[in-house]
């Protein structure tokens, strides 16, 4: 049994989204409890792309929520900010609202890390975004990881950022199009830096089927890696139909959220009992590659 398992990226969970602007304490608590039972024992919650008041009033509440409920604290260990600052180009925005994606700019990162009430552990940010790496070097100040995720930035904009204090990449291999130029890519641009980034990956076999991401693991190095499963509200549910915000969800058996016209994954519905599973018989992992991967790495990558 694996235990001390730690996701760093988690939008809801159990039938919960921890975007809801009605998000309850009963609701979260229940989210946190099906964590706890499928094996988890602490998360990032992650707040997505929605205009900045909209971010800044779901951080805070989620910040009063934990304060109700000793669980609820105990599993959510800090926030992860994914975006408004990503790229808006169609297939590196991914499934974030276009009208919400913005510059990153020092005050607006502020407002949203003032909401979070000192808890913002990550940040997910394009550095083609970020002028003149400003926002990185700020969070690296403060002590916050920073991550690249939804962008392409080109070799150059990837070392300034760098130096400036990014030190992770949100689930590479996504958060791109499904069409890119054969060689220089974002994917391999990152997986040339992997001595000087985390790399996180979602390993549901659909965001990346499992064969590449064996491939992705051989070049980088369990040591310098990462799984999430970007769990969304369905997850821990199994197949199924499901609306969340925006979207209607179809769920398979692989657990991959789709669009209602299947042509697109809108985030996953993964769970870390069947991402070990997957990682076991997929890729002949044995306990302790799995715990380095899913409990040792994620919290040394954030400071835990």
């Known amino acids: 049994m694996i235990q001390g398992i730690f996701d760093i990226q988690v939008n809801g969970y159990g039938g919960v989204d921890f975007n809801s602007d009605d998000l309850s304490v009963d609701?979260?608590?229940?989210?946190?409890?099906k964590l706890r039972e499928d094996g988890v024992t602490g998360i990032l919650a992650?707040?997505?792309t929605e205009k900045l008041p909209v971010m800044?009033?779901?951080l805070a509440r989620l910040v009063q929520l934990r304060e109700q409920d000793d669980l609820i604290k105990a599993m959510i260990r800090g926030f992860h900010i994914e975006g408004p600052f990503i790229s808006p180009m169609d297939g590196y925005r991914g499934a974030h609202p276009q009208d919400a994606v913005c510059p990153a700019t020092v005050d607006d990162m502020k407002l949203l890390q003032d909401s979070a009430?000192?808890?913002?552990r990550l940040v997910t940010l394009a550095p083609e975004y970020d002028a003149r790496m400003q926002t990185i070097a700020y969070l690296a100040k403060q002590g916050i990881t920073i991550s690249a995720g939804h962008c392409n930035s080109s070799m150059n904009q990837l070392h300034a950022a760098i130096d400036a204090g990014l030190s992770?990449?949100?689930h590479l291999g996504n958060g791109c199009p499904a069409n890119m130029p054969r060689h220089d890519n974002i994917v391999q641009r990152v997986l040339s830096l992997h001595d000087k980034l985390w790399l996180c990956f979602i390993a549901d076999g659909v965001h990346?089927?499992?064969f590449a991401l064996k491939n992705y693991l051989n070049i980088a190095g369990s040591d310098r890696c990462i799984i999430t499963t970007d769990a969304i509200a369905p997850a821990g549910l199994g197949p199924g139909t499901y609306t969340l915000s925006r979207w209607t969800l179809q769920i398979g058996e692989d657990l991959a959220a789709?669009?209602?016209d299947g042509s697109h994954l809108v985030g996953s519905a993964i769970d870390m009992p069947r991402v070990i599973q997957n990682l076991q018989q997929s890729l002949g992992m044995d306990q302790t590659q799995i715990e380095k991967l899913i409990c040792k790495n994620p919290r040394k990558a954030i400071g835990l």
């Open 117 to 120: 009430g000192g808890l913002t």
């Open 46 to 48: 992650t707040i997505i």
């Open 27 to 33: 609701a979260l608590h229940q989210a946190c409890a």
């Open 208 to 210: 990346i089927p499992m």
């Open 168 to 170: 992770m990449y949100t």
């Open 258 to 260: 789709r669009s209602e």
């Open 56 to 58: 800044a009033q779901r």
